[in-house]
């Protein structure tokens, strides 16, 4: 995503400055060209030296240095870059930035700069809360081309702890990614079911299967980076979705079969899409038992169970023709027969089919092997890869 890629990064003069010849090993690593300016504070916490080591090119600090590539560096560089990022981002910076201040070489460097500009906040958390820092955070998120990170919350270099901290070199990196790969789902919403459910017999115990939820947790994932504002209504597992820090995924946790079901009927209305990838039950038991139930002494015990929603088939029935609607099909013998059949009776645009009977292809793997089945009866099967890919593939066919 990055290979190829032009980057500026712009360091201001604050502590998290230490942090950034990590930014830009992250940014190299990736295969990314990184250029580097600073303001003359920035330069009491990291030296020209090391920046200039990781990045392999001069750094500019100065606006009039004889020693600069062109006599307009601050034109040259924004033509030269795909992205500009500036971290750790001041009180002074920003407010430079809001007020088109350019007297540095990095003000300067950010006016000139019509693509995109990532902005990694990074101050005392009563700077933070100033009405005038955030009235600045304000102007700049309102410019077409930027975009301000939140900021962390934590320990401070001044002894307290609160709001604050720059978010740590990865997050700046992964939003990096994000603002360079194209994004087709951008202003699109998206619901995603994932996981197990549990079906309580009684406090202690309850009906369940395998699942894990990697596969919806995968698509949740993806499609944040697409720029899909994303609903993961998420079963009980222990897995949780890579936090996305340009398009938060909405987790609503839910249990059983009729949780899901609730939070799925809740949501659809208001989506343009929903990827219905959960192992739901079937049935859940009729009565559940108020206090654990006890062994009998009876060779056999009985529980009564009674069929659950069908959460495809019910939103099928409301989907409008504006809305999107894929299922899945998990299945042990006769998977396209199935799978067919589930397509056209839940009213399903597509519906990924996989099998148990292909290694790798199960609950809780890593890898999926699957077959899309669109309304128009054509098929196209993928081979083994892992979760992430599948991911990928599905997506590339509904949009």
């Not at 040259?76 to 407010?95: E, H, K």
């Not at 930035?97 to 300067?108: P, Q």
């Not at 460097?109 to 693509?115: H, P």
């Given at each position: 995503?990055?290979?190829?890629?032009?980057?500026?990064?712009?360091?201001?003069g604050?502590?998290?400055?230490?942090k950034i010849?990590?930014l830009?090993?992250?940014?190299?690593?990736?295969?990314?060209?990184?250029?580097?300016?600073?303001?003359?504070?920035?330069?009491?916490?990291?030296?020209?030296?090391?920046l200039?080591?990781?990045?392999?090119?001069k750094?500019y600090?100065?606006?009039?240095?004889?020693?600069?590539?062109h006599?307009?560096?601050?034109?040259?560089?924004?033509?030269?870059?795909d992205?500009?990022?500036?971290?750790?981002?001041?009180?002074?910076?920003?407010g430079?930035?809001?007020a088109?201040?350019?007297?540095?070489?990095l003000s300067?460097?950010?006016?000139?700069?019509?693509?995109p500009?990532?902005?990694?906040?990074?101050?005392?958390?009563?700077?933070?809360?100033?009405?005038a820092?955030?009235?600045?955070?304000?102007?700049?998120?309102g410019y077409s081309?930027?975009?301000?990170?939140?900021?962390?919350?934590?320990?401070?270099?001044?002894?307290?702890?609160?709001?604050?901290?720059?978010?740590?070199?990865?997050?700046?990196?992964?939003?990096?990614?994000?603002?360079l790969?194209?994004q087709?789902?951008?202003g699109?919403?998206?619901?995603?079911?994932?996981?197990?459910?549990?079906?309580?017999?009684?406090?202690?115990?309850y009906?369940s299967?395998?699942s894990?939820g990697?596969m919806?947790?995968?698509?949740?994932?993806?499609?944040?980076?697409?720029g899909?504002?994303?609903t993961?209504?998420?079963?009980p597992?222990?897995?949780?979705?890579?936090h996305?820090?340009?398009?938060?995924?909405?987790?609503?946790?839910?249990?059983?079969?009729?949780?899901?079901y609730?939070a799925?009927?809740a949501?659809?209305?208001?989506?343009?899409?929903?990827?219905?990838?959960a192992?739901?039950?079937?049935?859940?038991?009729?009565?559940?038992a108020?206090?654990?139930?006890?062994?009998?002494?009876?060779?056999?015990?009985?529980l009564?169970?009674?069929?659950?929603?069908?959460?495809?088939?019910?939103?099928?029935?409301?989907?409008?023709?504006d809305q999107?609607l894929?299922?899945?099909?998990?299945?042990?013998h006769?998977?396209?027969?199935?799978?067919?059949?589930?397509?056209?009776r839940?009213n399903?645009?597509?519906?990924?089919?996989?099998?148990?009977q292909?290694?790798?292809?199960?609950?809780?793997c890593d890898t999926?092997?699957?077959?899309?089945?669109?309304r128009?009866?054509?098929?196209?099967?993928?081979?083994?890869?892992?979760k992430?890919?599948v991911a990928k593939?599905?997506?590339?066919?509904?949009?």
């Amino acid at each position: 995503m990055l290979r190829g890629k032009k980057i500026i990064v712009g360091i201001s003069g604050g502590i998290a400055a230490y942090k950034i010849p990590e930014l830009i090993r992250l940014l190299k690593k990736a295969g990314a060209e990184v250029k580097v300016t600073t303001t003359n504070h920035a330069l009491e916490f990291v030296t020209p030296l090391v920046l200039e080591t990781l990045s392999g090119n001069k750094v500019y600090t100065d606006v009039f240095a004889t020693g600069n590539d062109h006599t307009t560096e601050h034109i040259s560089l924004p033509d030269w870059a795909d992205l500009m990022i500036v971290a750790p981002a001041t009180a002074n910076i920003i407010g430079k930035m809001a007020a088109g201040i350019a007297d540095d070489a990095l003000s300067t460097t950010f006016l000139a700069m019509r693509k995109p500009v990532l902005v990694a906040p990074a101050m005392n958390d009563k700077m933070l809360a100033h009405p005038a820092v955030e009235r600045n955070l304000q102007i700049i998120s309102g410019y077409s081309n930027c975009t301000v990170l939140p900021t962390a919350e934590g320990f401070l270099a001044c002894g307290t702890t609160g709001k604050g901290r720059m978010v740590e070199p990865i997050a700046i990196f992964e939003a990096a990614k994000d603002i360079l790969t194209p994004q087709p789902l951008l202003g699109k919403k998206l619901l995603i079911s994932a996981g197990p459910t549990q079906e309580k017999i009684d406090p202690v115990r309850y009906i369940s299967n395998y699942s894990t939820g990697k596969m919806g947790i995968a698509i949740a994932e993806e499609a944040a980076r697409r720029g899909a504002q994303v609903t993961l209504i998420l079963g009980p597992t222990a897995l949780r979705p890579e936090h996305n820090l340009l398009h938060p995924i909405e987790v609503v946790d839910v249990c059983s079969a009729m949780e899901m079901y609730e939070a799925a009927m809740a949501h659809f209305p208001e989506q343009d899409m929903a990827i219905l990838s959960a192992a739901v039950a079937d049935y859940r038991v009729r009565e559940v038992a108020e206090q654990k139930m006890k062994r009998e002494h009876t060779e056999e015990m009985t529980l009564s169970l009674v069929q659950n929603p069908d959460i495809a088939a019910s939103l099928g029935a409301i989907k409008r023709a504006d809305q999107k609607l894929i299922g899945f099909a998990l299945e042990t013998h006769n998977a396209m027969q199935h799978g067919a059949d589930k397509l056209i009776r839940k009213n399903l645009d597509m519906i990924v089919i996989n099998s148990l009977q292909d290694t790798g292809a199960g609950f809780g793997c890593d890898t999926n092997k699957i077959t899309l089945l669109f309304r128009s009866g054509e098929e196209k099967t993928f081979e083994l890869k892992s979760k992430q890919d599948v991911a990928k593939d599905i997506l590339d066919h509904i949009v």
